[in-house]
């Protein structure tokens, strides 16, 4: 695993390094604090194909590709903002970076060329605040920005913003048509030119957080309205839909930097969960199509620090790292127990986990 820092440090840590419950993983390598960033961490990913390569954005307004083995810096790409996020994708072919900066446009970056490679200009705030590319489909992203807006891309168009997420639009009547059935067809998507396109707004304020689910089919936005969204983007509905799934009133987020909403693997969770790292210092953890609350996730009730970060990882149960605004990183680990005999998945017939019974385990780790 790959951590970093708002001290701009960046760590590599074993994960097979663990003995027993309050075990510290071993740091195996890293890049001292100013060494490599000059200021903090917005982002840090490994490269999805070969774990030889990580990308790391900070808000020194660069991005940096790194050599694992020699922890050294391969390209530097100066975007001239600083970078709220970055992702990329882990099915295309091509190596476009997307970064989301206090810019407002998406800016694709060419890890082949070493430059810019695309600008992407729509928003009409002052930042894009975060970005997802597509699990199914190679040249589509989507992005969230300051102006209440999740918009979804194809990047081979030269009018490339297909549609803008609309609130309002509850019954497959938006104003963009995107019907991801039509392997992205030309036809099937509404000018982002058209007027109605500047009064849409998909939340009530910064669209800060954005995970798509693995089918591609549904998209889960959040915002500093405090409020979680699930987007259909299936037939029939084959305009943008907002479901209306209710996440409750526990959900808090004020901070303008990008969130992580992190999805339990699909073979590890039935139904599926959605972990939400709450201003609270909560991780709350709900059903992701329902909107039902399963868990409250928390060290201590005197000593609750903002979550920054997670990850999940699941290979036979579910393991959650959380970063921690007092520079800590936390292992939140599913109980090891055997399904019911009555619990198997209809389309496997192979046992599943009951979450609702699952009890969650905070192992504190050694700090960044």
Known sequence: MISGGSDSRISIWDLNSREGLRHRYEIIGGIPPKKGHKYGISGISWW??????????????????????????????????????????????????????????????DLRSSGA??????????????????????????????????????????????????????????????????????ESFSSSSTPAFGQVKSHRGVVNGLVWLDNGKKLVSTGTDEMIRVWDLTAPFTRDTNTLVNFGPLVRNRYLQCINLVLSPVRDCVPQLLFFPSDTGDILVFQVLTGILIRRLAISLNTRKR???????????????????????????????????HERNSATNQPTKNILTEIYKGLELENY
């Open 48 to 109: 999805p194909f070969d774990n030889g390569m990580f990308i790391s954005g900070s808000f020194d307004e660069t991005i940096k590709v790194w050599d694992t083995e020699a922890l050294e810096e391969v390209y530097k790409f100066e975007i001239g903002a600083r970078v709220n996020a970055h992702d990329i994708s882990s099915i295309a072919e091509h190596c476009l970076v997307a970064c989301a900066a206090d810019y407002p446009a998406v800016r694709l970056i």
């Open 307 to 341: 979550t920054c970060g997670l990850v999940c990882r699941g290979s036979e149960y579910v393991e959650l790292f959380s970063g921690n605004s007092d520079g800590d990183i936390i292992l939140w680990e599913a109980e090891k127990s055997a399904p019911m005999p």
């Open 117 to 186: 490679a695309q600008m992407l200009s729509s928003h009409e705030g002052m930042t894009v605040n975060s970005i997802k590319w597509s699990p199914t489909h190679p040249f589509m992203l989507a992005s969230g920005g300051s102006d209440g807006t999740v918009r979804l891309w194809d990047i081979r168009r030269s009018d490339a913003c297909l549609t803008v997420l609309n609130l309002e639009n509850t019954i497959g009547k938006g104003v963009g048509a995107v019907n991801l059935d039509s392997s992205l067809r030309a």
